[in-house]
T-cell receptor, first 114, second 116 residues
């Protein structure tokens, strides 16, 4: 296993369109996190899963955002009716459920909304 | 809510020299975890070092070490014998204990340049 992968790496879309990103975690990891990172800032937590259960969502997360992890393996993050303010890097990270687990990050999907 | 502050937006260091990056955080919890992550340009974030708050001994990983001052809520990263490959954004991160939510809180980052 070579680490966390994300697809696509880059996405350009027009305002109002829907986009979906995929994250494949490290195979034995049961926790999966989504973050948003804007230029020059640290990652901002969006949501996380333990197996297939979505356990926490940021209060900042608009209802246009939805995430799934149907079989407890890969996850998708969908943004509906994209806005220019959604332009950012979307990072996925995975970890193993142990005390104080370390998160391993994917390369991210860079979204540009025109 | 926990917050993480990195007061140095940019730092530079001469190759082979030592540099210290600062991080402070705010929490009312007594047990937690702290991390330093490195994000090279256009590359993915990788873990540099981690510290459990219940451990008094400062963590060390090769050329990287931390100065953890729990009472002062300070968690600085020291990079010794700096190399060109150390140039990156460095993020300090805080994680609550297991029963208090699972999200990490990241600082705004420090951009480190290494001068040849």
């Amino acid at each position: 296993d070579t680490g966390v992968s994300q697809d696509p790496r880059h996405k350009i879309t027009k305002r109002g369109q829907n986009v979906t990103f995929r994250c494949d975690p490290i195979s034995e990891h049961n926790r999966l996190y989504w973050y948003r990172q804007t230029l020059g800032q640290g990652p901002e937590f969006l949501t996380y899963f333990q197996n297939e259960a979505q356990l926490e969502k940021s209060r900042l997360l608009s209802d246009r955002f939805s995430a799934e992890r149907p079989k407890g393996s890969f996850s998708t993050l969908e943004i509906q009716r994209t806005e220019q303010g959604d332009s950012a890097m979307y990072l996925c990270a995975s970890s193993l459920l142990v005390s104080g687990e370390t998160q391993y990050f994917g390369p991210g999907t860079r979204l540009l909304v025109l | 809510a926990q917050t993480v502050t990195q007061s140095q937006p940019e730092m530079s260091v001469q190759e082979a020299e030592t540099v210290t990056l600062s991080c402070t955080y705010d929490t009312s919890e007594s047990d937690y975890y702290l991390f330093w992550y490195k994000q090279p340009p256009s590359r993915q974030m990788i873990l540099v070092i981690r510290q459990e708050a219940y451990k008094q001994q400062n963590a060390t990983e090769n050329r990287f070490s931390v100065n953890f001052q729990k009472a002062a809520k300070s968690f600085s990263l020291k990079i010794s014998d700096s190399q060109l490959g150390d140039a990156a954004m460095y993020f300090c991160a805080y994680r609550s204990p297991d029963n208090y939510g699972q999200n990490f809180v990241f600082g705004p980052g420090t951009r480190l340049s290494v001068l040849p």
